[in-house]
């Protein structure tokens, strides 16, 4: 028996840069990227689709997308603003169904079997989506409808921009055989090349291989994405699904030897973290620093904590001894992310044998409270009204 295409995907056009021309109508029809000043070794975080019609893209390095496109509106990143415009949209998905699955600010998952009785089938819902979204935010989103999730992102990329693809379940071959293989989730550049070296360079070739054949070549990974060549994903939509982890690092506009100096970017970087894992109910145990030098050499240092935190001062603490332990040299690139993690409401393991001071579970939760009220603080009057005293200066 088939399956009904009950899974959306809504993924949207260009999402920073769309944001801001949609904020500033001198913008609209002109090449717009979004992200870091081209002489601090910035990268781009979004492009407008005119400006992919000279080569730009997301990650290309600010100064190289100035050279490719001399016309650029290169603006820098407002993430306040596009989380603000992220969570108009997402509400949108929920008054649809309660099963959405965000993937970033940008795309999100959802399953609407069920929901027939109350907005129509799953192409009535992904329509109506698309148009409440135009007419509340004033931005245009790309939707796939399919049985699966995997089918139904496909789906969404292949008439970009401003799209809206179903996939019903007699289409999967005739819509995804076609198709390279590098569209496969889980495929990237080095298996892609293995691909390619075996004479397989479409979907359906590597659908018409054998499967232990392909197991044999590629192991475990062979097996999900055989599977993804047929259609064939059994994946849930998880409106519950957790980051893996979260982190900030920065490219310095010139390589930093000053250890002091670096000392209060980790800072710095630790406050943001923390204040971003709280605003989502998140803490974590597992912390890692990340350098990179001046040559491009990069290293990490990891430490996993007893207990789960998100408190700035202990995710500084552990992230200062962390870099007692990189090699002195100029650096142009520092950062820190936090891993393992979970939600706050988890309940904490305490421990059988006598804890260090300031570790306890007690103390975090009476630092915790205190930190709830500058949170208010900090969401009312701006992130730069509490501060730790070392970073008062920086911020200046």
Same mark, same amino acid.
């Given at each position: ?17 769309? /944001? ?14 979004? %992200? ?6 910035? /990268? ?47 509400? *949108? ?46 931005? *245009? =989103? ?19 921009? &401003? ?22 989730? %889980?495929? !990237? ?13 479409? /979907? ?14 590629? !192991? =475990? ?5 055989? &599977?993804? =060549? ?50 989502? #109910?998140?803490? %974590? ?13 990069? *290293? ?12 700035? #001062? ?20 520092? !950062? *820190? ?11 904490? +393991? ?8 300031? +570790? ?21 009057? #701006? ?6 005293? @070392?970073?008062? +200066?920086? @911020?200046?």
């Amino acid at each position: 028996m088939s399956v009904a295409p009950g899974i959306i995907h809504v993924d949207m056009d260009a999402f920073f840069a769309a /944001v801001e021309m949609r904020d500033e109508p001198r913008l609209r029809g002109l090449p717009v990227a979004v %992200g870091g000043r081209a002489d601090s070794r910035g /990268v781009i975080s979004a492009a407008s689709y005119e400006a992919r019609k000279f080569g730009v893209h997301s990650a290309q390095p600010s100064a190289r997308a100035l050279e490719l496109c001399p016309e650029l509106k290169l603006l820098a990143p407002n993430f306040d603003k596009y989380t603000a415009e992220s969570q108009r949209i997402m509400e *949108i998905f929920r008054r649809y169904t309660p099963l959405v699955e965000p993937l970033s600010l940008d795309e999100a998952f959802m399953d609407v079997q069920g929901c027939e009785r109350l907005f129509g089938n799953s192409v009535e819902i992904g329509r109506s989506i698309k148009r409440d979204i135009l007419r509340e935010t004033g931005l *245009i =989103a790309s939707v796939g409808v399919a049985p699966s999730k995997f089918l139904a992102k496909l789906a969404s990329d292949l008439d970009k921009p &401003d799209g809206f693809r179903v996939i019903e379940p007699g289409q999967i071959r005739s819509v995804i055989d076609p198709l390279p293989v590098e569209k496969i989730f %889980g495929v !990237g550049e080095r298996t892609a090349k293995r691909l390619h070296s075996l004479g397989v360079r479409t /979907v359906g070739q590597l659908a018409a291989r054998e499967r232990d054949e392909v197991l044999r070549e590629f !192991g =475990a990974s062979g097996a999900w994405i055989y &599977d993804l =060549a047929h259609g064939v994903d059994s994946r849930r939509v998880n409106p519950r699904r957790v980051e893996k982890s979260h982190g900030m690092e920065r490219t310095f506009p010139e390589d930093i030897t000053e250890r002091e100096e670096l000392k209060l970017a980790l800072r710095e970087f630790s406050e943001e973290v923390s204040y971003d894992l709280r605003s989502r #109910g998140l803490r %974590g145990r597992t912390i890692t620093v990340k350098a990179r030098y001046w040559n491009f050499k990069t *290293i990490t240092r990891t430490r996993t904590l007893e207990y789960p935190t998100n408190l700035g #001062g202990r995710i500084y603490s552990t992230a200062r001894d962390l870099f007692e332990r990189v090699p002195a040299g100029p650096l142009r690139l520092l !950062g *820190i992310s936090i891993a393992n993690l979970e939600d706050v409401r988890t309940p904490t +393991q305490k421990s059988l044998f006598e804890e260090e001071p300031g +570790q306890e579970p007690e103390a975090d939760a009476r630092l915790g409270r205190a930190m709830a009220g500058l949170d208010s603080l900090s969401a009312k009057y #701006g992130r730069r009204v509490a501060l730790p005293a @070392s970073l008062v +200066q920086r @911020s200046r």
